[in-house]
Structure formats: structure tokens, C-alpha cells
């Protein structure tokens, strides 16, 4: 099966850098700072794939990286070096492989508004608070090209209705809502434009124990119903278990290890994955 979106030697640095900081930094190191410039390496030379309808975890804990890649990807920030290819994108530019990174910023920005959706850990980053609900939802569905008001209405209303907020708080803004009801705008937002690839970074953190499992369970019934290939960032490996079929694990700004969730969860391999396991047990 050919990938839907494919990443090749991804590395994101914080600093100057120096000719050393690759060799001094990494998990063998255990530590994404060179001590010879000081430079942060935030992620190193990742790379992996992900296919049509596959949910994809990457785990890890605070500082390995993981939501540094979810960035990078969403073009929220610039990388370092890396590929980034999205078959979806290439064939409706009529193919050539392209680096997605070596696009003009237009270009990225058309790319991430037309197939790509993200939930942040943070509501306050995909959401404007002060607007409505459904005005939320109709600024991207803009940003896409949507012109008919009353079409971006009936679209809003119909995805506020799946993610299950009351359509009697539509026109009502997001900072009058709980947590778990803001997690849930950002997920209507993100579904608006039928996005071929959704991006999840730590959507459940910060949220109560009763709330992470609503959030958890809607996403595992939107997930049934589309079938949009999902990357999800947790240090959760509930939530590892409960969302995704394959799982990367990531140190220090690197790969150490990637196999099938159940693999991963039940007979991790490498030292570093044993003991987060084993933290949880």
C-alpha cells in the first residue's frame, strides 16, 4: 500500500548548531542538547510513514520530540532538514513527488487549509476563544474556499451535532466552555474540510479523568465513521492503547523504537520503552 503521507530525515534545531551536534546528541547520549554550542535538537533524522485510514501513535515523554514533529508537519514551525511528502496533495498538483517543505508559504498554507486538520493540547491555539462556536468553523471552511453562508451554516451545525455540542451553544464563543467542550469545537473545526490527514497532539492532557474518556470515545467513533488516517501525540499509553494501531516511541529527539501498539504495549523491546510500560502497570 503506498503511503498517504511519508517523512524522511525530519530535524528540527533550536540554535546555530555546530558541526558536532548530531553526534552528541540522541537518545545513546541522553540529551537533545549539544554541549559544545548549546543548540537543542528537538527532532533528529525521524522518519516513518502513514497510510490511508491507519491511526498512528507517537509516545514519548515531555522534551523526546514528539509534538515538535506534529508542528513541523501542521508547517507551524520550519524545519531543519527532512522531506515531507502527502499523496494527497501531490496528485491534486498532478503528481511529482513533491518536498511539501520546499513550497512557497502559500502553497503550505493551501495544503494544510484544504487536507490536514489539527487538535492542539492547548485550546487557546486552534481555537479563537471570542469567537462563536460555529463562527470558528466557518473561518476555516473560508480559508477553503467555502463562499455560501448558508452551506458553512448547515455545515457547522452538522459538525457541532457529530462531536455532540448542544446546537443551542453555536453562536455562543468557546471561552464559555468547559475544557472538554472546547476539545470538542477543535475537533468539529479540524473535521470541517474533510481532511485527509488529522493531527491529535495530547488533545486529553489537562482534562479530568470523566472528560478524557468522553473526548476518547468520541474520537474512537469519529475515527469508525470517516476512517481518516490519524497521527496521535500522547505520553498517555492509555491512550496509545486505546486510539492507534502502530506506535513510534521517541527519545531525546529520536526514534528508538516502532512496531504495531499491542507489540509495543505488551513486549517492548528496547530499555527506555520497558520502563515507561512498566511506569504505568
Same mark, same amino acid.
Given at each position: 500500500?503506498?503511503?498517504?503521507? !511519508?517523512?524522511?530525515?525530519?530535524?528540527?534545531?533550536?540554535?546555530?548548531?555546530?558541526?558536532?551536534?548530531?553526534?552528541?546528541?540522541?537518545?545513546?547520549?541522553?540529551?537533545? *542538547?549539544?554541549?559544545?554550542?548549546?543548540?537543542?535538537?528537538?527532532? *533528529?533524522?525521524?522518519?516513518?510513514?502513514?497510510?490511508?485510514?491507519?491511526?498512528?501513535?507517537?509516545?514519548?515523554?515531555?522534551?523526546?520530540?514528539?509534538?515538535?514533529?506534529?508542528?513541523?508537519?501542521?508547517?507551524?514551525?520550519?524545519?531543519? !532538514? =527532512?522531506?515531507?511528502?502527502? $499523496?494527497?496533495?501531490?496528485?491534486?498538483?498532478?503528481?511529482?513527488?513533491?518536498?511539501?517543505?520546499?513550497?512557497?508559504?502559500?502553497?503550505? *498554507?493551501?495544503?494544510?487549509?484544504?487536507?490536514?486538520?489539527?487538535?492542539?493540547?492547548?485550546?487557546?491555539?486552534?481555537?479563537?476563544?471570542?469567537?462563536?462556536?460555529?463562527?470558528?468553523? $466557518?473561518?476555516?471552511?473560508?480559508?477553503?474556499?467555502?463562499?455560501?453562508? =448558508? *452551506?458553512?451554516?448547515?455545515?457547522?451545525?452538522?459538525?457541532?451535532?457529530?462531536?455532540?455540542?448542544?446546537? $443551542?451553544?453555536?453562536?455562543?464563543?468557546? &471561552?464559555?466552555?468547559?475544557?472538554?467542550?472546547?476539545?470538542?469545537?477543535?475537533?468539529?473545526?479540524?473535521?470541517?474540510? &474533510?481532511?485527509?490527514?488529522?493531527?491529535?497532539?495530547?488533545?486529553?492532557?489537562?482534562?479530568?479523568?470523566?472528560?478524557?474518556?468522553?473526548?476518547?470515545?468520541?474520537?474512537?467513533?469519529?475515527? &469508525?465513521?470517516?476512517?481518516? $488516517?490519524?497521527?496521535?501525540?500522547?505520553?498517555?499509553?492509555?491512550?496509545?492503547?486505546?486510539?492507534?494501531?502502530?506506535?513510534?516511541?521517541?527519545?531525546?529527539?529520536?526514534?528508538?523504537?516502532?512496531?504495531?501498539?499491542?507489540?509495543?504495549?505488551?513486549?517492548?523491546?528496547?530499555?527506555?520503552?520497558?520502563?515507561?510500560?512498566?511506569?504505568?502497570?
Amino acid at each position: 500500500m503506498t503511503p498517504l503521507l !511519508a517523512v524522511r530525515g525530519l530535524t528540527k534545531r533550536f540554535g546555530a548548531g555546530c558541526g558536532e551536534c548530531l553526534d552528541r546528541t540522541g537518545a545513546l547520549r541522553e540529551t537533545n *542538547r549539544c554541549p559544545r554550542c548549546g543548540a537543542i535538537l528537538a527532532c *533528529r533524522e525521524v522518519s516513518f510513514d502513514l497510510y490511508p485510514g491507519e491511526v498512528l501513535g507517537i509516545v514519548g515523554e515531555s522534551g523526546s520530540g514528539k509534538s515538535t514533529v506534529v508542528r513541523l508537519l501542521h508547517f507551524d514551525l520550519e524545519p531543519t !532538514a =527532512g522531506e515531507y511528502r502527502l $499523496a494527497v496533495a501531490d496528485a491534486a498538483a498532478g503528481g511529482g513527488g513533491r518536498n511539501l517543505f520546499a513550497l512557497s508559504p502559500f502553497q503550505r *498554507r493551501r495544503i494544510r487549509n484544504e487536507h490536514m486538520g489539527i487538535v492542539y493540547q492547548n485550546p487557546r491555539l486552534g481555537l479563537r476563544l471570542k469567537v462563536s462556536a460555529g463562527g470558528n468553523i $466557518a473561518e476555516r471552511l473560508l480559508m477553503a474556499g467555502w463562499r455560501h453562508v =448558508g *452551506r458553512i451554516r448547515e455545515r457547522a451545525s452538522e459538525l457541532l451535532r457529530q462531536t455532540e455540542v448542544p446546537l $443551542a451553544r453555536m453562536d455562543e464563543p468557546p &471561552r464559555n466552555f468547559s475544557g472538554g467542550m472546547q476539545q470538542r469545537v477543535q475537533i468539529a473545526k479540524a473535521l470541517s474540510t &474533510r481532511p485527509a490527514v488529522l493531527l491529535l497532539d495530547e488533545v486529553t492532557t489537562g482534562l479530568d479523568v470523566s472528560v478524557q474518556a468522553k473526548v476518547l470515545d468520541l474520537l474512537r467513533s469519529l475515527q &469508525r465513521e470517516l476512517g481518516i $488516517a490519524t497521527l496521535v501525540v500522547s505520553h498517555d499509553l492509555g491512550v496509545i492503547r486505546l486510539l492507534t494501531s502502530r506506535t513510534i516511541v521517541m527519545r531525546h529527539g529520536e526514534i528508538i523504537e516502532q512496531g504495531l501498539s499491542d507489540q509495543i504495549l505488551e513486549d517492548p523491546q528496547h530499555p527506555y520503552t520497558q520502563l515507561l510500560v512498566n511506569s504505568v502497570l
